[in-house]
């Protein structure tokens, strides 16, 4: 449902309405901005995409260049989209701000309006240049949608998650280097990746020799039993072995 409706005029205005269009959709979301030239689809019939996008909508952006009541003719035609769009934002009590266009664009007289668009000369404007600081003028304006209509989601600010998103319940602690955890999962894990591992790397059960020898045999080395260690060791080793069982024609 968009809540930001984007009027202008084509030949007057139509660079600064793609501006905006593409920056408080980056901002708030394309499907929270309306914009004809991309939001109403080809095929598609435009009276009623832009009628029905602006019942929905909250703010309508009116993007005044500075020829804009230079075409005064198709102000005064009451079936101009320009004018219509901006006198059903009237009748729909929508918020509307002037945006003027250029350094050389003046508030809007009365004088030079339809009697039905006087209210627009009324209204306070917002002052934008294509030509210079266009990245604070977008960033002025975008701030001032996110006033006027709270309901908008600021994309850029950080909030809670999706309600679709998987939450990941999963921890990862003491790790150096990339570690990679996707989502919650339960149930037998089919395999075990490891990349660039130094030391010991243990994944199941059974014993794990890293760089050591794996002595096995018989423990009775000359009737007096073994112990192997190696690598450094702190405090005494002790071992006990028991007396190694005898064959029967021993003579001892």
Avoid at 55 to 72: E, H, I, K, M, Y
Avoid at 184 to 192: A, N, R
Avoid at 198 to 212: L, P
């Amino acid at each position: 449902m968009p809540h930001v409706f984007i009027n202008y005029r084509t030949g007057d205005g139509e660079r600064t309405a793609a501006l905006l269009d593409q920056e408080l959709s980056r901002r708030f979301g394309r499907d929270r901005i309306f914009r004809a030239s991309r939001s109403i689809i080809p095929g598609q019939p435009y009276p009623e995409a832009l009628s029905t996008a602006l019942r929905q909508s909250s703010l309508l952006l009116a993007v005044v260049g500075p020829d804009w009541t230079n075409f005064r003719e198709r102000l005064e035609d009451p079936d101009d989209w320009v004018r219509k769009e901006i006198e059903f934002a009237f009748d729909c009590a929508l918020i509307v701000v002037p945006v003027l266009d250029g350094r050389k664009t003046d508030r809007l007289n009365k004088a030079a309006l339809p009697s039905e668009l006087a209210q627009l000369a009324d209204l306070q404007s917002v002052p934008f240049d294509s030509t210079h600081d266009t990245e604070a003028g977008i960033r002025r304006i975008g701030d001032l949608v996110a006033e006027l209509v709270p309901e908008l989601r600021d994309l850029s600010e950080p909030g809670e998650p999706s309600q679709s998103s998987p939450r990941v319940h999963n921890s990862i602690r003491d790790v150096s280097g990339a570690s990679v955890q996707t989502s919650t999962f339960s149930g037998d894990v089919g395999g075990t990746i490891v990349k660039g591992s130094h030391g010991t790397v243990h994944t199941g059960s059974g014993s794990v020799y890293n760089n050591s020898r794996h002595v096995s045999g018989d423990r009775h080395i000359s009737g007096t039993g073994m112990t192997y260690t190696e690598g450094d060791h702190h405090g005494d080793v002790h071992q006990r072995f028991a007396e190694p069982e005898r064959p029967q024609d021993d003579p001892q």
